[in-house]
Structures are given as C-alpha cells and as structure tokens.
C-alpha cells in the first residue's frame, strides 16, 4: 500500500476565477508535491471554496487547476487523483466500520480479497482493529475521522484535501488525530491542503502556509516564515496578540 515520494504530485491553481454570490474569487498559487500545506484565512475567505475546486465540486470561471501538470479542470471529482476529509467525515449510518472503508475501493462494495487485505491493513494504520462491524453511531468523534481516514488509505490517491476535519474534537483528540496525520503523511507523501483556524496546528503539522482573504491568496511560503519576525502583514493581523506565543518554536 506504500507510495513513494517519487509519486507525489503538484497541485496548483493558475490564474482560477470562481464566483460565489457576490463574492468573487481569484487565486493563483501552488502547493508542493509531497507537502502539507495549511490553508488559512478569516471565515468567508475561500479556504473551502478552494479545496472544493481542486476536488471537482466547483468549476472555476476562468483558469485552470492542474494536478501532478495535468489539467484537470473539466474531470469530475470520481477521475481526479484526489481524496478529501470533510469535519462531518461523511460515513454512512447504515453501513458498519468495514463497510464504510470499503467503499474507498468500490462504490458498490464488490470487495475481493485484494480489497479485503488493504481494507484490514488501513483498519491497524488508523487503529481501529477489532471495531470492523460497529455503526458509525456506536464511534466517538476520533474514532469517527479514523474511519474516514482508512478510507483514504484504501484509495491511495496522492492528493489528500482535509476541509477542518479536526475542528469539532477537543484538544487531546484533536492532537491524537495530527499525530495519526503526521504518521501517515511521512509513510505514504501525500499532498496535503489542510484547511485550518488553528494556528498551533498549522505550525505543528504543515510545511507551507497558503493564506487568504476576501478569496485572494495573498501570501504564500514556508510555514516557519508565518511564524517568524518577518511573517506576512495580513497573516499577523489574523492572528492577533497571540502571535508571539504561537511563534515559538512548540516543545
């Protein structure tokens, strides 16, 4: 089930327009092949609008987005590269731990003993072993995001959107599961986008920040640059009084 970092890919978004309502969306950047990058900005800013681009739920206006230098534009999210963890972690209640894994490999659950192998090993990975047969019902909340992590195992895409996955669990839960992300990221060089309001996170787990307002992206870089005396007007500005403790390097 390993991917080596040999092929990871590039995503990046040229010169993407994209209107919502009133709001009009521009953003023009790239996210690193192998890379974790943390997508950050104030509520309204685009954060979602630009993973839901880069999966296929939205279509730009003008522009393309490309994955791995292949336009990608017109596919629908099914044929493109990706695999995307929402905070709702979109499981089934109907369908047990196994079973909403599997459909990672068949939408119809037609699981072979190929599937069976992989489906097993991503249940150890994300250490939920043992708990195959129960409903998403009979799961707390981590255990809930382990399940919609294995299937992103099972999928083995190089591309991995994570649209705030971690935002509604507490602070001990939420640091199990950028563990587990941390783990998993360092076996399998996935590209990540992250999107996230927690600045701590971002500096813990991302290698790049890509930052937003009003649907722009206007800055971009090497996440040690946000967190450094030469970080980003605007990112500063979000940021707040907090800025200095979240700029230490964390223990």
């Known amino acids: 089930m390993n991917v080596s970092k040999a092929n990871s890919v590039a995503v990046r978004l040229d010169k993407v327009r994209f209107t919502y309502g009133d709001a009009a969306m521009r953003f023009d950047v790239e996210c690193r092949a192998g890379a ?30 490309l994955i791995g230098g292949e336009d990608v534009t017109g596919l ?112 399998r060089r996935m590209t990540t986008l992250f999107v996230t309001h927690q600045p701590e996170d971002a500096r813990r787990v991302a290698d790049e920040v890509v930052f937003l307002e009003q649907g722009v992206v206007v800055a971009a870089g090497a996440t040690d640059s946000f967190f450094a005396d030469g970080a980003p007007e605007a990112f500063r500005r979000y940021i707040g009084s907090d800025f200095t403790k979240f700029a230490r390097k964390p223990t």
């Open 36 to 65: 974790v990058t943390a997508v950050m900005g104030p509520s309204g800013s685009g954060k979602s609008t630009l993973l839901n681009l880069v999966a296929g739920f939205e279509t730009p206006a003008a522009g393309r987005v």
């Open 76 to 187: 629908p999210p099914a044929a493109r590269p990706v695999s995307m963890v929402f905070q709702e972690n979109n499981l089934f209640a109907h369908l047990d731990v196994r079973k909403n894994v599997g459909l990672g490999r068949s939408p119809s659950l037609r699981l072979d003993e190929a599937d069976d192998m992989a489906i097993a090993e991503a249940l150890w990975r994300t250490g939920l072993s043992g708990k195959e047969h129960r409903l998403p019902r009979e799961l707390s909340g981590g255990e809930r995001q382990r399940v919609a992590l294995a299937r992103v195992l099972v999928r083995n895409r190089p591309v991995l959107l994570l649209d705030e996955p971690f935002g509604s669990l507490g602070p001990a839960l939420r640091s199990d599961m950028l563990e587990l992300l941390l783990g998993l990221q360092a076996e």
